[in-house]
């Protein structure tokens, strides 16, 4: 039976490591199934996307999943058709006046993101002099309550995740201004991508 390693960053409720260890996630169950489908098994890793991608340019790793294209990723590695839409938003802790995102620049604010991650052109062409860099949704969250930044952009669905866990009082999601970002498995062989699409 063919076994492929498959890489993704940890982002809870889509992919993570539960208390016991144990890897769950919506995303992840959905790459699994169609990997089963598939005729194959999979070992998973999660890292920093920044390591992921690595190892898959390397060839180290044969997917990668939960994906935003680029120009640029379309040179590097095969995409899959659509494995999701994310609905992405702004978080803000004192200012929900917002109208629009190219307002963050006009008004001299500041937006937390987490660094190296392509968001799409309504974020990812703002002038850099406004971002803020994070390492992780959490550090955005904790910027905007610390007042290091003025807007964060997350994803809703691990925003709503971690409000489960974590005392996020105070901090407001601006609905208006959510925009869905495609995202996709990527793989570094096309003809995988061709088996994987055939099941998705």
Not at 13 to 20: A, C, G, H, I, L
Not at 177 to 198: A, C, K, Q, T
Request: aromatic content about 14%; glycine content about 4%.
């Amino acid at each position: 039976m063919k076994k492929y390693l498959v890489g993704a960053d940890p982002f809870p409720p889509y992919q993570f490591y539960n208390e016991m260890g144990v890897l769950e996630g919506s995303d992840y169950r959905q790459v699994e199934e169609i990997v089963n489908k598939m005729g194959a098994t999979a070992e998973y890793i999660l890292d920093a996307w920044s390591r992921i991608e690595k190892k898959l340019i390397g060839k180290e790793i044969d997917i990668a999943f939960q994906v935003q294209k680029t120009p640029e990723r379309e040179k590097l590695y095969y995409f899959s058709n659509l494995f999701r839409n994310a609905i992405t938003t702004i978080i803000s802790f004192t200012d929900e006046d917002l109208k629009s995102v190219e307002e963050i620049d006009l008004l001299d604010k500041k937006l937390a993101v987490i660094k190296g991650y392509k968001y799409g052109d309504v974020i990812d062409l703002l002038p850099e002099r406004i971002k803020v860099f994070c390492h992780d949704q959490q550090e955005q969250v904790e910027f905007i309550v610390q007042n290091k930044a003025d807007y964060a952009v997350v994803d809703l669905g691990v925003f709503e995740y971690q409000a489960q866990e974590r005392d996020f009082d105070g901090v407001k999601i601006l609905r208006h201004l959510d925009f869905s970002r495609p995202l996709y498995v990527v793989f570094n062989n096309p003809s995988i991508r061709d088996e994987f699409n055939r099941y998705l």
